[in-house]
């Protein structure tokens, strides 16, 4: 069941990361949603079609990331982040960042530590088979791998910005996303899963909009998988909410 989320006034300011590579097109409603009072940091990945541009002409914080890759745009809007909490957010209109307050919501409450949105399709056409099916395959090595009874990887997530920075993510490919789940995990953070309604992206996948595209994602994220459990270092800091 899909929640209602609560106001952002309640949950105070955000940051939002949204990785963009030639978005042009869903860019305008996606920033039209972001909640009001919250920084949306728009990290260009390369575009071509004036996405860049047209973000910072609606008021978003433009940050250039010249390495290609969805980790690599990730962790540089991480990087340029300021607020105590950070969100990130596909920027193809798939997801509704009006959504974010109620993802948020348990981190900055102290209930959780990483909230991942579990996405819900609204059409059979908003989530290809290929890339369904790879997905339910990597949610359950993850759920074998971590003990998370996750169902989803989904993007839409919450957590604390000087945490995240803690778990030393070194992916900048399509593993960020399970690499920040598996190294959470092993960090002893509460991982939790929200439903969110999933729709039809504006455009074409850069990763799963072909069986090439999800199998090379699919290949990254076994590579994640592989990597040995992550010892946290000493003097690291965990979640506010696990002190």
Known sequence: MIEKPPSPAAVGPVDVVLP???EAGALPWVLERIPPGWRAIVVDNGSTDGSADLARSLGAHVVHEPRR???AAC????AAATAGVVCFCDCDASLDPGLLPGIAA?????SADLVLGRRRPTTPRAWPAHARLANLELARLVRRRTGLPLRD???LRA???EALLALELTDRRSGYPLQMVVRAADAGWRVREKDVPYHPRTGRSKVTGTWRGTWQAVRDMRAVLAEPPAARPVGVPLPQAAR
Do not use: T
């Open 69 to 71: 890759g969805f980790g």
């Open 106 to 110: 348990p981190v900055l409450d102290g």
């Open 75 to 78: 962790q540089a809007g991480l």
């Open 159 to 161: 957590a604390r910005r």
């Open 153 to 155: 990887l989904g993007p």
């Open 20 to 22: 963009c590579l030639d």
